[in-house]
């Protein structure tokens, strides 16, 4: 019986004088370069010399001859110099030769000619040789890059079979090039071939149930969360099939419903809080049925998922930061590098949370049915639970004298996003914190002013009833408020809404209002300090919203006080009294008849408490008299 040739005998055909020889030889080496066998793929490729090897190449590519022949055998001379070519390169050093790095580009070429009509096994063994180019060296990777891998990256994946092992190098060599290349640079200019990318990522973390899925799910989070990823959410944003977010849905579903580590279930929430921050809140509740899902889940599912899943790492990592910042910190066990970290994965969480708020928060003002009243109920049990966890961590900072951190500070944003659309839900802990949590600083920050911020929607609200009122004032939140406005319409204001600012005025307006009832008052310098920001800042803006609305509130402080008062305060002279004055002139002479607006019908009931203060003070304020008749007597 005849023996099977060996590798000597292959070899001796590979250095053959004569083409037909050494084709030979190559069909019967790829016998001998499969598997880790290094020393015998070495041979071959030594035997064989990458002039042939190149030839071969691109014959099978219609642009030269191996022994004679050209277009009949192209295909076949194709498929097996790509097969040659990926046997070798399982040899690292070899894969990072200058001779393998070279065929790069022609490779690239093929698979964007030919991805469609070739055999399968040409596009696997490409990508094959594609991915060990690439993981062998960095000359590799920017071959790769530079000669448009990104772009046939992106053509070629959605041709290919879902979960094949051409998917998963595929995979493999994007998550290579976004570890090692120019983030801004691939973001920037490669927006359009990323979304096609994402598309298909998408598909197989909805389709696929194997390892495959988890590579998807960290994928699509390293592509999505980046700090780089601007241009790319905004191409994702006007892309008419939406199928790609319906399809990263239904795989966050799969995890946060299933048995997987902690980590994996993490990263599908923040995976989840960036579509939120792409696409909306109402990517939550999508009713868009996929063409592969055989039964839909219902739509209120991912919305309750998160949630809860939100919740449980909510209180697992304020449990974790409070033992980390006053138990062990005391102790050898102390690990202060991971607070940080603990701290960026609360933030993230509470976003998502925040997410589910203003969803909720829109449901109930459109009356949408999209979701159940029982649905509702149930995220909003849950909402009071989390914010209650929430409260009782500030209870505990504020126990141990902690006012500044990140963790604080994001906390009380929470706090007051929820308590703006449920203003007086969990009272008595939030009164009792109230105080604390407007003095809450951020690490960045030298005194409180976002913590303020977050709570003014709440504070507004409460105000416009007399107890809402005593509390700031038992607080001495009246005061949180009134430096936070000085500061937001200062010259170095860092607040661009003016909204807040407008949320700020409502709240000392409503306690200025109340004053009488619950007995409190500004203190003459407080007052000064307003009156003085207020004359400044209206001296440069032309909105008569503003314009009345600080009036108001000068109207309301005058009520108070009297012009030889405040003339003898060292801060407060003519000048400033003459400002004051001419601003009040200005409120009271603005046109009351232009469409009646909610805006405009506000402003004349706010011009209406002006004129009513002005009759109660005038006599104590001549200065301000005189101006205000000079002004209506134009």
């Not at 277009?71 to 894969?95: F, K, M």
């Not at 048995?259 to 009713?287: H, P, Q, Y």
């Not at 002479?589 to 011009?607: C, F, H, K, P, V």
Request: net charge negative; charged share 25%.
């Amino acid at each position: 019986m005849a023996q099977s040739p060996g590798l000597d005998d292959c070899l001796k055909l590979l250095k053959g004088e004569r083409d037909e020889q050494r084709l030979a030889g190559l069909l019967l080496a790829t016998k001998f370069c499969n598997g880790d066998d290094h020393a015998s793929i070495r041979r071959v490729y030594e035997a064989v010399g990458a002039r042939f090897l190149d030839r071969l190449l691109r014959t099978g590519m219609g642009e030269g001859a191996v022994g004679g022949k050209g277009g009949e055998d192209r295909d076949a001379y194709l498929q097996l110099s790509v097969a040659l070519l990926a046997a070798i390169c399982r040899v690292p050093d070899i894969a990072s030769s200058k001779e393998m790095v070279s065929r790069v580009p022609l490779i690239l070429e093929v698979m964007c000619k030919r991805s469609h009509g070739s055999h399968p096994s040409v596009i696997e063994e490409s990508y094959e040789f594609l991915f060990l180019v690439v993981v062998a060296s960095e000359e590799g990777q920017q071959t790769f890059y530079e000669a448009g891998g990104i772009s046939m990256l992106a053509s070629n994946m959605p041709s290919l079979s879902d979960g094949s092992h051409s998917m998963e190098l595929a995979m493999k060599l994007v998550q290579l090039i976004l570890s090692k290349e120019s983030l801004g640079n691939i973001y920037s200019e490669y927006s359009s071939e990323l979304t096609s990318i994402v598309s298909t990522i998408a598909r197989q973390f909805a389709l696929l149930h194997n390892a495959l899925k988890f590579e998807a799910l960290h994928l699509l989070f390293a592509i999505l969360s980046s700090k780089y990823a601007v241009p790319l959410h905004d191409a994702l944003r006007l892309m008419s099939d939406g199928n790609w977010a319906a399809y990263i849905r239904t795989g966050v579903v799969d995890i946060l419903q299933n048995r997987v580590s902690a980590t994996d279930k993490f990263t599908a929430l923040v995976l989840a809080e960036s579509l939120t921050s792409t696409l909306g809140e109402t990517w939550l509740i999508d009713e868009r049925n996929l063409p592969d899902e055989k039964s839909p889940f219902p739509v209120e599912r991912c919305l309750l998922l998160l949630l809860e899943s939100s919740r449980v790492e909510v209180a697992v990592l304020l449990n974790e930061l409070a033992y980390l910042k006053y138990e062990a910190a005391s102790s050898s066990s102390s690990t202060p590098e991971a607070i940080p970290l603990k701290q960026r994965n609360l933030a993230i969480t509470f976003s998502l949370i925040e997410r589910i708020i203003k969803l909720v928060s829109n449901l109930s003002d459109t009356k949408g049915d999209s979701i159940g009243e029982r649905t509702i109920i149930k995220v909003i049990t849950g909402l009071n639970e989390t914010v209650d966890v929430v409260l009782e961590f500030l209870k505990d900072a504020k126990d141990h004298g902690q006012k500044k951190g990140d963790d604080l500070l994001a906390s009380v944003r929470l706090i007051g996003s929820y308590l703006a659309e449920a203003p007086f839900a969990c009272k008595e802990k939030v009164l009792n914190l109230l105080e604390y949590m407007l003095s809450v600083e951020g690490d960045d920050e030298s005194s409180p002013f976002y913590s303020i911020c977050f709570l003014l929607p709440m504070l507004c609200q409460i105000t416009m009833e007399v107890g809402g009122c005593k509390a700031l004032a038992l607080s001495g939140g009246h005061k949180s408020v009134l430096q936070f406005l000085v500061k937001a319409i200062g010259m170095n204001s860092s607040v661009e809404d003016s909204s807040t600012i407008f949320l700020a005025c409502d709240t000392i307006m409503n306690f200025l209002l109340k004053r009488l009832e619950i007995q409190a008052r500004l203190d003459r310098s407080d007052a000064v300090q307003l009156l003085r920001a207020l004359a400044y800042w209206t001296a440069n803006i032309h909105d008569p919203s503003m314009i009345t609305m600080a009036s108001t509130i000068c109207s309301l402080i005058f009520d108070s006080t009297s012009e030889r008062d405040l003339l003898s305060h060292p801060e407060f002279g003519l000048d400033l009294l003459n400002k004051l004055s001419q601003l009040i002139a200005t409120s009271l002479a603005t046109s009351g008849q232009d469409e009646m607006s909610d805006e405009a019908r506000e402003s004349i009931d706010l011009r209406q408490i002006i004129s009513e203060g002005l009759a109660r003070w005038a006599d104590r304020f001549p200065h301000v008299k005189q101006t205000v008749g000079r002004v209506q007597a134009l």
